[in-house]
T-cell receptor
Framework: GDSVTQMEGPVTLSEEAFLTINCTYTATGYPSLFWYVQYPGEGLQLLLKATKADDKGSNKGFEATYRKETTSFHLEKGSVQVSDSAVYFC???????????FGTGTRLLVSP | DGGITQSPKYLFRKEGQNVTLSCEQNLNHDAMYWYRQDPGQGLRLIYYSQIVNDFQKGDIAEGYSVSREKKESFPLTVTSAQKNPTAFYLCATPLAGANTGELFFGEGSRLTVL
């Protein structure tokens, strides 16, 4: 079945550092790919998405490019802030019924 | 404001008891979902409903039950048959106009079995 693999955390960075969180997927066909973010004690929020190969999703300074040749959707940000500290989930949708398959999440800790 | 309301935020249960988690939305959306979140395991789909009076099992439906009698409500019952019910439960509905996995989540209910 479909699956998503994320790098294990926590990822610990200083403010203004460059962020990469790796995500790879296994799926038949052409899934849509997503990054969701979860702040402490809250539900998940959609951060960005890409629906076809070579699409780049972007939001709030975060970016991710849908790479079909490497089945990857790595999350990047050029300069992180303390307020970016959260858990980030990579996910895919491949059924047409909006049934998301999630990775295990990567916790990001940003210190001042 | 439009959104999803989950209650209670925290719930404690003794072993052998059934509990019901509430999920209400005022977005007039047809589809609703229940996910379970465990540390280090991401989110897993329990049940989903595409329309009133219809629902489907997700990947981990055993020990859970749902109903969808009203469009705005999709309650989840965690039964005594659920072997490991302690978890964070999240309800979701599609973002307005979305049809590709863009979900809007509630703030969750944390269930602890004592």
């Amino acid at each position: 079945g479909d699956s998503v693999t994320q790098m294990e955390g926590p990822v610990t960075l200083s403010e203004e550092a460059f962020l990469t969180i790796n995500c790879t997927y296994t799926a038949t066909g052409y899934p849509s790919l997503f990054w969701y973010v979860q702040y402490p004690g809250e539900g998940l929020q959609l951060l960005l998405k890409a629906t076809k190969a070579d699409d780049k999703g972007s939001n709030k300074g975060f970016e991710a490019t849908y790479r079909k040749e490497t089945t990857s959707f790595h999350l990047e940000k050029g300069s992180v802030q303390v307020s970016d500290s959260a858990v980030y989930f990579c996910a895919l949708e491949n059924t047409g019924f909006q049934k998301l398959v999630f990775g295990t999440g990567t916790r990001l800790l940003v210190s001042p | 404001d439009g959104g999803i309301t989950q209650s209670p935020k925290y719930l404690f249960r003794k072993e052998g008891q059934n509990v019901t988690l509430s999920c209400e939305q005022n977005l007039n959306h047809d589809a609703m979902y229940w996910y379970r979140q465990d540390p280090g395991q991401g989110l897993r789909l329990i049940y989903y409903s595409q329309i009133v009076n219809d629902f489907q099992k997700g990947d981990i439906a055993e020990g859970y039950s749902v109903s969808r009698e009203k469009k705005e409500s999709f309650p989840l019952t965690v039964t005594s048959a659920q072997k490991n019910p302690t978890a964070f439960y999240l309800c979701a509905t599609p973002l307005a106009g979305a049809n590709t996995g863009e979900l809007f989540f509630g703030e969750g209910s944390r269930l602890t079995v004592l």
